[in-house]
């Protein structure tokens, strides 16, 4: 398969695009023992041989993308009536999906990818893979609600699973899940007397949403994360 290398690079987690760019232009990027320049220069994933700071480069025939999700965009490939996350990528990534879903108004971290496998072991309940939210609610929690977030409390007829609750302050609080329920923590403030007014995912298993990346935004996981959610 025929791929730019700046997108092959940017791909595989050297930098963003731009970054890869600048790198090459400036001569640190061979193929096939030939110093490349040209940021458009198509390679062959099968064939060619390329090094990034006289380091092999291996491709990963997968995409993952780490995206810092708006309010009004649904985690889905498509749909009907509202914008959905893969529109806010800009170019053209077969068949990427979201990997677990936020609610339309929540923010902040989604992973984004067209490996099928991994999708299938990080949403696996078995994994018990934890997301991190930043919360901000109205109300008075009830006095026990970090016990009860601990001991789990009943959803749709079924308990939850041990969750953790961190209070920052009156208006302010983190959460820690290892499930993904419909509108999960929005109804488990509801039971402990909260509101939430604002949710923002910041961590998905040992990925921390990266704060340069403005709401929309994305870029592509590096090595080490890739690696990291590819750990069981």
């Known amino acids: 398969m025929l791929i730019r290398l700046d997108k092959l690079l940017a791909h595989s987690g050297y930098g963003t695009r731009k970054e890869v760019k600048q790198l090459i232009r400036k001569g640190y990027v061979s193929v096939d023992n030939e110093i490349i320049y040209n940021d458009d220069y198509k390679v062959d994933t099968l064939k060619s041989e390329i090094s990034f700071f006289n380091e092999e480069v291996k491709y990963e025939q997968y995409t993952y993308i780490m995206l810092n999700k708006p309010d009004g965009y649904v985690s889905a490939t498509y749909d009907s009536e509202y914008p959905t996350v893969i529109d806010l990528v800009n170019e053209p990534i077969r068949n990427l999906f979201p990997i677990g879903r936020l609610d339309i108004d ?21 994994h018990h893979v934890e997301k991190e939210y930043y919360v901000r609610y109205e109300g008075n929690l009830k006095k026990d609600a970090v016990e009860v977030f601990e001991k789990g409390m009943i959803l749709d007829d079924k308990l939850t699973k041990p969750a953790k609750l961190i209070i920052i302050n009156e208006s302010e609080a983190k959460v820690i ?15 402990i007397g909260g509101n ?16 340069s990346l403005k709401e929309g935004e994305y870029r592509y996981l590096n090595a080490e994360e890739i690696n990291s959610l590819k750990e069981n």
């Open 196 to 211: 939430v007014t604002y949710l923002k995912r910041i961590r998905f298993k040992d990925i921390k949403l990266d704060d």
């Open 106 to 126: 929540t923010r902040g971290l989604l992973i984004l990818s067209n490996d099928g496998k991994l999708a299938h072991n990080l949403l696996s309940p078995k």
């Open 177 to 191: 899940l290892t499930e993904g329920r419909f509108h999960q923590v929005k109804r488990m403030f509801s039971n």
